[in-house]
């Protein structure tokens, strides 16, 4: 009788313990260089909490973008989600997330890289829904043994970075060098948010802008006289022929080494350095007009409006977040670390380290995408444009479409309020 009860106080002790057991659901990107990260990041959370009866199933998702939207529409998302910068903005204007400031510790919000952090404030209340374990940047990736054969001054760091002047003479340079097709590849062959991330720095760097983040009209800015200039510039390079076309593919900077230079962002390490070695050489943005603009931001930590279980999202991502968490998704993936502590445990971009210039970068020049809700179509419309423009179109004309376009969407939603105040 004595055995039987002991028995079933052992027995309701482990119902009891498993009871109170929770595994968390992360949904995170389907990306190759991602996948070990996240491996790695579910292995040590569960690690180190298991004993606290909390663990974590990651789990990458392929078609994220649609599968995180059908989940918010029929009510099944998970409790952590990432989210791509620009589109936050417009996921808490539809009331999908919540927010993130009581959830992190004060040190992880104190110590990222400004612009991580201001990518992941929403401007209306000024709360954080959510924060990238990274940030990235663009830069001009040169050959050096073209460069030096065409006899173009290789820039030390931000300081002496090319004017506009400089940057085409070395264009025009390395267009007459041996072996050099294209002086610049600009990854056409890309498509999406590429066109507006990577190339909204050109009319930047220039006074211009996607919109105008006072009163949120873009008509007088993404079509003003600095923005036409700039991209005006760029259809000439393309029609002289110095820019590899979309058709060329990838590979014309790193593989057959037929393009000098290529406008990219830091993704593109581990291929530049496998492929170029020794002759690999960093240059900043150029200051296109008194001052170098790079873009910034990514993919990031956030939790949906629905989420209860609060208090072990908190310990998740602030294990997610952990300056070692951050250095090594920096490590492993290629990106900038978002935290400057993880900065200096990073072997590619610690002080010193061969891609320290985009961490320069990124605390220097970065510029965030526009944090409001009709992001989506301010960079379709954009990205639009300049595709148009690089394939001949009139500059002027497709920076106006842009322009009404967007401007048009910001109306039909009543100015996206409370941004119409």
């Known amino acids: 009788m004595k055995k039987s009860?002991?028995?079933?106080?052992?027995?309701?002790?482990?119902?009891?313990?498993?009871?109170?057991?929770?595994?968390?659901?992360?949904?995170?990107?389907?990306?190759?260089?991602?996948k070990p990260f996240f491996q790695q990041l579910e292995e040590n959370f569960n690690a180190k909490y298991k004993d606290q009866n909390i663990t974590v199933d990651v789990v990458p998702i392929p078609g994220y973008n649609n599968a995180i939207q059908a989940a918010a529409l029929s009510g099944e998302l998970p409790d952590v989600i990432m989210v791509d910068g620009p589109n936050m903005a417009n996921y808490v204007w539809t009331n999908m997330l919540q927010p993130m400031d009581t959830l992190l510790d004060k040190e992880i919000v104190e110590d990222l890289l400004p612009s991580v952090k201001e990518q992941g404030i929403y401007g209306p209340d000024q709360k954080i829904y959510m924060v990238s374990p990274y940030d990235s940047s663009v830069l001009l990736w040169g050959n050096k043994k073209y460069l030096k054969e065409a006899g173009v001054r290789i820039p030390s760091g931000m300081k002496d970075a090319w004017d506009d002047?400089?940057?085409?003479?070395?264009?025009?340079?390395?267009?007459?060098?041996?072996?050099?097709?294209?002086?610049?590849?600009?990854?056409?062959?890309?498509?999406?948010?590429?066109?507006?991330?990577?190339?909204?720095?050109f009319i930047q760097s220039r006074g211009a802008d996607l919109i105008d983040r006072q009163n949120w009209k873009?008509?007088?800015?993404?079509?003003?006289?600095?923005?036409?200039?700039?991209?005006?510039?760029?259809?000439t390079w393309s029609k002289k022929g110095w820019i590899v076309p979309a058709t060329a593919g990838d590979n014309r900077f790193y593989g057959d080494k037929t393009a000098a230079m290529v406008w990219v962002g830091n993704w593109m390490w581990r291929a530049h350095k496998t492929g170029l070695g020794d002759d690999l050489v960093l240059i900043p943005a150029p200051k296109l007009a008194g001052k170098s603009v790079s873009p910034n931001g990514g993919w990031g930590w956030a939790v949906p409006a629905k989420t209860k279980n609060t208090a072990e999202v908190a310990k998740f991502l602030n294990f997610a977040l952990s300056t070692e968490q951050v250095a090594k998704y920096a490590d492993i993936t290629g990106y900038i670390p978002a935290r400057k502590s993880a900065v200096a445990l990073s072997e590619i971009y610690r002080p010193g380290g061969e891609g320290a210039l985009f961490v320069e970068q990124a605390q220097s020049a970065a510029v965030v995408r526009p944090v409001h809700p009709a992001y989506p179509v301010i960079s379709s419309s954009f990205g639009?444009?300049?595709?148009?423009?690089?394939?001949?179109?009139?500059?002027?004309?497709?920076l106006q479409q842009a322009a009404r376009a967007i401007d048009e969407d910001i109306e039909d939603n009543s100015g996206y309020p409370p941004f119409d105040k």
Do not use: R
């Open 218 to 235: 873009a008509e007088g800015t993404v079509d003003s006289q600095p923005a036409i200039d700039a991209l005006a510039e760029l259809q």
């Open 384 to 398: 639009k444009a300049v595709q148009h423009i690089l394939q001949g179109a009139d500059v002027k004309t497709e």
């Open 5 to 34: 009860l002991l028995g079933l106080c052992v027995a309701s002790a482990f119902v009891t313990q498993a009871s109170h057991a929770l595994e968390l659901k992360a949904w995170v990107i389907d990306g190759d260089s991602e």
């Open 165 to 201: 002047k400089e940057f085409t003479d070395a264009l025009d340079k390395l267009a007459k060098v041996k072996g050099v097709q294209w002086p610049l590849d600009m990854k056409l062959n890309y498509d999406g948010e590429w066109y507006t991330y990577g190339f909204a720095p």
